[in-house]
């Protein structure tokens, strides 16, 4: 059975794969640019991130962990108020952190126990090597201490009272 010669070519433009006569550079250059094209989306899956944002609180815990890969993992107790019970119900959010100076932030952050703003990026997909967790910690900002300035009340003299002889007066 013979293909009419439009529809071949149309099949060969179509399915270049198959066609029998087909040089092996060409095939090559076909799996190079498949591998290459997998590749990028590798590095943008494992590099790129899902979403970005900020959380405050205060630092209640920072470790090193991992047996072959140590990352920096940690905890941030938010505080939260619920509004079901009436009663104050602290919320935790695990994050990693890779960075060295980021993690001296956190450090100081921890042993000072002051309110702090994580700035975070939230990756695709959590790989072993990069974290226990998929929010990764690019920023730490302080947030500024509430300065309370003491006014001096006035003072009010006391009235200036005369004595009374009191034995006149008897």
Same mark, same amino acid.
Not at 18 to 24: A, M, P, T
Not at 35 to 55: D, H, K, M, P
Not at 63 to 73: L, V, W
């Given at each position: 059975?013979?293909?009419? +010669?439009?529809? @071949?070519?149309?099949?060969?433009?179509?399915?270049?794969?198959?066609?029998?006569?087909?040089?092996?550079?060409?095939?090559?250059?076909?799996?190079?640019?498949?591998?290459?094209?997998?590749?990028?989306?590798?590095?943008?899956?494992?590099?790129?991130?899902?979403?970005?944002? +900020?959380?405050?609180?205060?630092?209640?815990?920072?470790?090193?962990?991992?047996?072959?890969?140590?990352?920096?993992?940690?905890?941030?107790?938010?505080?939260? @108020?619920?509004? +079901?019970?009436?009663?104050?119900?602290?919320? @935790?959010?695990?994050?990693?952190?890779?960075?060295?100076?980021?993690?001296?932030?956190?450090?100081?952050?921890?042993?000072?126990? *002051?309110?702090?703003?994580?700035? @975070?990026? +939230?990756?695709?997909?959590?790989? =072993?090597?990069?974290?226990?967790?998929?929010?990764?910690?690019? #920023?730490?900002?302080?947030? =500024?201490?509430?300065?309370?300035?003491?006014? =001096?009340? *006035?003072?009010?003299?006391?009235?200036?009272?005369?004595?009374? #002889?009191?034995?006149?007066?008897?």
């Amino acid at each position: 059975m013979e293909l009419k +010669e439009v529809n @071949y070519w149309k099949f060969r433009f179509f399915f270049p794969c198959f066609v029998k006569n087909k040089s092996k550079k060409v095939k090559r250059l076909i799996l190079i640019i498949i591998l290459l094209i997998l590749a990028l989306v590798g590095w943008y899956i494992s590099t790129g991130y899902f979403s970005s944002g +900020e959380r405050a609180g205060t630092i209640s815990k920072l470790s090193e962990r991992g047996y072959i890969f140590k990352t920096n993992e940690g905890v941030l107790n938010e505080g939260g @108020y619920s509004g +079901e019970t009436g009663t104050l119900t602290p919320r @935790y959010w695990d994050f990693s952190a890779k960075e060295d100076s980021v993690v001296a932030k956190l450090k100081i952050a921890l042993s000072s126990g *002051e309110r702090v703003t994580l700035v @975070y990026h +939230e990756k695709f997909v959590k790989f =072993p090597w990069n974290g226990d967790t998929k929010y990764f910690i690019i #920023d730490v900002l302080f947030l =500024p201490k509430k300065v309370e300035t003491v006014v =001096p009340a *006035e003072v009010i003299p006391a009235p200036i009272t005369t004595p009374i #002889d009191t034995a006149s007066t008897i």
